[in-house]
């Protein structure tokens, strides 16, 4: 019997230490996660750019061919005399044998098609073919080939366009940018100037009328400070001074006097018109008594 319980317990001591299902699922969950991230910022990062220019005739698209060493672009040919000029960059196509440049092979729909190399340096090989009406596939061969990124074509023509469009724009924003600042500064200009001429006109008036101003008992003729010889009423100028006239004094002591007499008269004769009056009024009254 104790034989058999230590069986049980070794067997399932190993089963304590295995992983769940659940944890299990949730490692290989985060492992593909953590690699579609790493891919994506791989990507995202890093790409081999082929910029071109077409004459004549529109690329579609680009492929590599690890097998032949070659890119395949996919062209629609408009025009009977039609250009392709390539810029091949040197670190992931190039052709070479024994560390000796050796040219490309190019081939138009499987025939070899005229090109020339215009231009070659350590980073770059630029191209030039000639491609033929009617081609769809144009290969160039070569001997070392790395698409471990993606390969991405870039229309000269369009970047060119657009970059000299945003030139333009930008040029444009300065300019009307240079111009606001010039206005602005044109019209304090101004006002400045305006502000500093009507202070001038200003301050030549109070100059002026400080010149111009006369003391007491002087007038502004002809624009200069002469005696004021005008005097007011019941005065006139003597010797440069304003003196009251003279008027004849008369005697008023006559008439003043017939005055007097005249009405000390009327007054008694009043008084004595009153007294006899009374005496009369102050008989009759004894009479009847």
């Excluded at 791989?42 to 910029?51: K, L, M």
């Excluded at 006139?236 to 003043?256: A, F, I, M, N, R």
């Amino acid at each position: 019997m104790l034989k058999n319980k230590n069986t049980i317990n070794m067997k399932s001591e190993p089963l304590m230490y295995l992983p769940n299902v659940n944890s299990l699922m949730k490692i290989s969950l985060g492992l593909i996660f953590f690699t579609m991230i790493s891919t994506i910022l791989v990507y995202a990062e890093t790409s081999f750019d082929v910029p071109y220019t077409a004459t004549g005739l529109n690329v579609i698209g680009i492929e590599s061919d690890n097998e032949s060493m070659s890119l395949i672009f996919s062209v629609d040919v408009t025009d009977l005399d039609s250009k392709l000029s390539v810029v091949l960059d040197r670190s992931f196509f190039d052709s070479v044998n024994n560390r000796i440049t050796i040219d490309f092979i190019i081939l138009a729909d499987g025939e070899y098609a005229l090109f020339e190399e215009t231009e070659i340096n350590s980073l770059s090989r630029t191209l030039n073919i000639t491609v033929p009406s009617g081609t769809d596939e144009l290969e160039i061969i070569g001997t070392i080939l790395d698409d471990s990124f993606p390969i991405i074509l870039v229309d000269t023509i369009e970047t060119s366009y657009f970059k000299t469009a945003a030139d333009k724009a930008a040029a444009d924003k300065a300019a009307a940018d240079k111009a606001a600042a010039d206005k602005a500064a044109a019209d304090k200009a101004a006002a400045d100037k305006a502000a500093a001429d009507k202070a001038a006109a200003d301050k030549a008036a109070a100059d002026k009328a400080a010149q111009t101003q006369c003391g007491p008992g002087t007038i502004l003729q002809n624009d200069s400070c002469v005696l004021d010889e005008r005097c007011g009423p019941g005065t006139s100028l003597e010797d440069g001074v304003c003196v009251l006239d003279s008027v004849p004094v008369t005697s008023s002591s006559s008439g003043s006097s017939k005055d007097l007499i005249m009405g000390v008269t009327i007054a008694f004769v009043i008084a004595g018109v009153i007294g006899i009056i009374l005496a009369l009024v102050a008989r009759a009254n004894r009479n009847k008594n």
